[in-house]
């Protein structure tokens, strides 16, 4: 295993610090850090570049979105593999290691649209919120973990059933496909244009 970097990758990459801060991530004051390690399977060292998503300025739904700079990270992969071609290091870009950050008021949305997904169904089935609870249902914003930024909302849950206090039974008050349909609804109601996939009773 080699630890230490060649001098003359150790120089490129100071270079490719600067020109990247200038020309990529600056103008959205983007916080970023290059990563070195080196590869036995390609036998030669290779870079990833970490960086700060923020979540509130991405996401359209959000009081301080920003489109250019929505744009800009949607682009961002690129834009890094070709500067980094200015310091002759394209072929040891290895991709960007994205972490997300700043999304309060995205996480605040969720719960509130959580809060009205209870609500309708605490009214339309007249079943309590221990019940709901009890059945783990709720919306989550996924973030994913690959080279581009992507998210979507997830539909959790399962059937909501409660027990007859006489017989100790088991009774369905809601179906896996009404809390499907309710979760829907109420997704669409609310302005989130995300794209969103059901995991309801899987």
């Known amino acids: ?8 990758i150790t120089e490129k990459i100071s270079i490719a610090n600067k020109v ?23 036998d030669k060292w290779i870079i990833r570049i970490m960086v700060d998503v923020d979540v509130d300025r991405y996401c359209d739904f959000t009081s301080k979105y920003d489109y250019a700079y ?13 500067t980094l071609a200015y310091v002759d290091l394209k072929g040891a870009f290895d991709g ?3 972490y997300y950050v700043n ?25 309590g919120r221990s019940d709901i609870e009890n059945s783990d249902i709720y ?15 997830e539909f959790v849950g399962n059937e909501i059933e409660v027990e007859d206090e006489q017989t100790g039974k088991m009774s369905t008050i809601v179906t896996c496909y009404e809390l499907d349909q309710i979760m829907n609804k109420v997704y669409e109601e609310s302005g989130i244009d995300l794209p969103s996939e059901s995991f309801v009773c899987n």
Do not use: A, C
Not at 20 to 39: A, G
Not at 139 to 153: A, G
């Open 103 to 127: 999304d309060y008021e995205t996480e605040q949305i969720f719960t509130n649209l959580n809060e009205k997904l209870y609500t309708e169904l605490e009214n339309k089935f007249n079943v």
């Open 20 to 42: 990247l801060e200038q020309l990529v991530f600056d103008k959205f004051n983007i916080p970023f850090e290059i990563e070195t390690h080196y590869s036995g399977y390609w």
């Open 1 to 8: 295993m080699k630890e230490e970097l060649p001098k003359n």
């Open 139 to 153: 919306y989550y914003l996924y973030k994913s973990e690959l080279e581009y930024v992507y998210f979507r909302t």
């Open 96 to 98: 960007l290691i994205l």
């Open 70 to 82: 929505e744009k800009h990270i949607d682009n961002l992969e690129r834009n890094v593999e070709n």
